[in-house]
């Protein structure tokens, strides 16, 4: 079994993409995106860029290593009546069924970052984007203070030491390490552009209740929370990440929760 597909699929993300549609949409309106525009949204999960990309008119073809997100993306999409727009199963460090530069957007919004082999996902990125064409990648940032990089840096104190040669997703947020892959795969540095932006995460519920949501259907926080349990210190786990959850909502009503995470938005022009 693909390590990576098994994390992908265990739990339920599309309970945490449902917090992620407005600020989804919000980043796809900045794109640039006009009718016919050929989009790869690449780690695509259940289509919360991939679809609002469509509704811009961009033909797009969403894919992601999780069978369950694809269901559900095309399940979305069959529900919101979509013709230019298809989902399905493929792997960011092998994207062979797909010709060269055949996208004029690849887009990848904390979609790639998390596939093993950097260096093969920024290759096969540049190859399938056109010449004249653009990636455009949205990455958390290790070490910054909002949410999911504190979740993942906390939880990563309760699970075990990673493979020998494992490269911690976090390092597509470090903007020299981008840099480093994309040219490798054959982009100029000059063409290579940062920003930091914000992602927020909107629900109708409480901080508790989103943090609960995290822990049954997101799979690296299941993970962590499964090895805590095995060491006696599922407690101390929950206590951490229920003060993080606290303290970054933004929300003045404490039965909703709205919490803002900066990430690295990258964009390479061809």
Partial sequence: MNA??????????????????????????????????????LGCGDGTTAIPAAKMGADVEGVDIAR???EAGNARVKAEGLTNITFREGDAINLSDIPDANFDLVVSIFGAMFAPQPFDVAKEMFRVTR???????????????????????????YTP???????????????????????????????????????????????????????????????????????????????????LFESQNQSSDKNTTSIPATFLKVTVSK
């Fill in 68 to 70: 369950n997100l694809v």
């Fill in 131 to 157: 010449p004249g064409g653009r990636i455009v990648m949205g990455n958390w940032i290790p070490g910054d203070p909002t949410l999911v990089a504190q979740i993942l840096k906390v939880s990563s104190a």
């Fill in 4 to 41: 990576n597909k098994a994390l992908w699929e265990k739990g339920d993300f599309t309970r945490l993409a449902a917090t992620m549609r407005e600020s989804g949409s919000a980043l796809v309106s900045k794109l640039g995106i006009t009718k016919g525009l050929k989009v790869l949204d």
């Fill in 161 to 243: 030491a990673p493979p020998e040669g494992f490269v911690s997703p976090m390092l597509w947020g470090v903007e020299s390490n981008v840099t480093d892959r994309f040219v490798a795969a054959g982009a100029n540095k000059d063409s290579i552009s940062f920003e930091r932006e914000t992602f927020t995460f909107q629900a109708p519920f409480s901080p508790a209740v989103f943090l609960d949501t995290f822990r049954k259907y997101y799979g690296p926080t299941m993970n962590a929370f499964e090895a805590a349990e095995k060491n006696g210190k599922e407690a101390d786990l929950q206590r951490e990440l229920e003060a």
